[in-house]
């Protein structure tokens, strides 16, 4: 079975998984974990400017050899560079710093700040071809229609956490308007070991031959989420990559859909998101 793609809302195809590099360093262990994933088959890469890796990503998409319009670049602008003008720098350093041509997908990563001129840049960055396909990242207030609503460019994902615990299936409704797919940031848990120890996870992974983490994995792809779970172990690498082979039973979906009790790994108000994430600038 081979890896699958969706189609976005402006008829981009993306790979339905990829890598995520967040909290890996900048330099070798980021390029050594984006070269592995690649030569595996891996075709997407999750990263920010604000993981502070772009640089070591773009290295390693450019030494891996494979045709730049296989592989899919996410990455994502920092408050700091939100608004009308000063956005557009934003996007000129981000390309510079990953040195790959064009960003497949650009999110704004936190619902703070001119997020609404720094949308408005980003569209005039999608026409100028610097930038193919546009959304957002932790747009779960009100926030999130008043940007849909005004925009030109329909955001083509939105980049929230999302996992057995909190399947974000209210989100799904206010998004199917707009036909933004949802991608699921820490898709098993950012490793939590109860969520990865569910008794159905290890239930399903005896069946099947697989790992809870592939089970967990399997149930995000077939819910439609995209995912880009982060490793920098080889073993993990390949195994998060190995979940095309088989299929749940909705039967089995539907048991992994009980787990959804509201439980999430970040809790922060909006009022503490507009604290945290608005005095801090990443270096360039
Ligand atoms: N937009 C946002 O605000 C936001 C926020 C958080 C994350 N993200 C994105 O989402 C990506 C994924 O989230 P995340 O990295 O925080 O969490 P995650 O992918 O849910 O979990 C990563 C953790 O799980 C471990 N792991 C990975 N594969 C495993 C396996 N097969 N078996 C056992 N453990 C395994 C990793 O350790 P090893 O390295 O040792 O394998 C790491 O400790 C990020 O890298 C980033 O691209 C976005």
């Known amino acids: 079975m081979n890896q699958t ?3 976005l809302n402006n008829g981009a195809k993306i790979p339905q998984f990829g890598m995520g590099v967040f ?3 900048e330099g070798e262990e980021t ?3 984006c070269l592995m994933a690649l030569k595996i088959g891996y075709r997407h890469i999750d990263t920010a400017h604000a993981y502070q890796n772009e640089r070591s990503v773009g290295a390693a998409v450019r030494e891996s050899g494979i045709s730049r319009e296989e592989i899919w670049i996410t990455s994502k602008l920092w408050p700091s560079e939100y608004g009308e003008g000063k956005t557009m720098s934003g996007i000129e350093k981000m390309l510079e710093r990953l040195d790959v041509g064009y960003i497949d ?16 840049d980003m569209e005039k960055a999608v ?3 610097k930038v193919r396909s546009i959304g957002l990242s932790n747009f779960e207030s009100e926030r999130l229609e008043e940007v849909c609503e005004a925009a ?3 955001p083509s994902a939105l980049q929230v956490e999302c996992h057995p615990y909190y399947q974000q299936n209210e989100l799904k409704k206010r998004l199917a308007p707009y036909g933004t797919v949802i991608e699921s940031w820490y898709p098993i848990g950012h490793g939590d070991q109860g969520l990865i120890n569910e008794p159905i996870f290890t239930e399903l992974a005896k069946k099947y031959g697989k790992t809870n983490v592939q089970i967990i994995l399997r149930w995000h792809i ?5 995912i880009f779970p982060k490793s920098t172990n080889p073993q993990h690498i390949k195994d998060n990559f190995n979940i095309f082979d088989f299929e749940l039973s909705d039967e089995e979906m539907k048991k992994i859909a009980a787990l959804d009790n509201g439980k999430r790994f970040y809790n922060a108000t909006l009022e503490e998101q507009e604290r945290n994430f608005s005095g801090w600038t990443p270096a360039d």
Do not use: C, E, F, S
Request: hydrophobic share 45%; proline share 3%.
């Open 222 to 226: 077939q819910v439609g989420n995209v």
């Open 105 to 120: 997908l650009l999110l704004l990563h936190q619902q703070v700040g001119d997020y609404m001129g720094a949308w408005r």
């Open 5 to 7: 793609y969706l189609t």
């Open 31 to 33: 390029k050594r974990a």
């Open 127 to 129: 026409a100028q071809g």
């Open 23 to 25: 909290t890996v360093p």
């Open 152 to 154: 030109a460019i329909k």
